[in-house]
């Protein structure tokens, strides 16, 4: 299934067109970038770094309970990883390479977000020998999910 959505889509509704436009990329994505981790975790840290080397600015929350965070931001626990990250309305769980979260801004979907489950090795943080192929997955409030783009390290 792909999830991915234009921008804007035309319906011809009884010899009308009505335009549907999707929810806005933030005006400013870089700006606003709040990462929650576990005080410990060097991984989260890692990914971190990597956000700002590509250009976005980190403020870094570290908090004890993650199980929490992620339900309140509606991360499907078979999606978790170890970190959460929210720009403006979406959420990015675990992961993600940069570039892939700003492709995923400038679609602007209609869609909660995009996840990387679990800590893939060769995933930005989680370097390392032997990387393996990853899948970035988009999903929406009402449990539909799909790769969003497909990762060959």
């Known amino acids: ?22 929810r806005p990329a933030p005006s400013n994505p870089e700006a606003d970038v709040v990462v929650y981790k576990s005080p410990t975790c060097g991984c989260c840290s890692l990914w971190i770094d990597h956000l700002e080397e590509a250009g976005f600015t980190v403020r870094a929350e570290d908090v004890m309970d993650m199980a929490t965070v992620k339900h309140r931001e509606g991360v499907p ?40 489950p679990g800590m893939p090795i060769g995933s930005p943080g989680m370097e390392g020998p032997n990387p393996t192929p990853y899948d970035v997955i988009a999903f929406d409030g009402d449990g539909n999910r799909g790769v969003f783009e497909r990762i060959e390290p």
């Not at 990250?85 to 390479?97: N, Q, R, S």
């Open 1 to 22: 299934m792909n999830l991915k959505k234009p921008a804007a889509a035309a319906l011809l509704l009884g010899g009308v067109a009505l335009v549907l436009s999707f």
């Open 77 to 116: 626990m078979d999606l978790s990883s170890c970190h959460t990250a929210i720009i403006g309305d979406y959420v990015f769980e675990g992961h993600i390479p940069a570039h892939v979260i700003r492709d995923f801004l400038d679609e602007a979907p209609d869609l909660a977000g995009l996840a990387v």
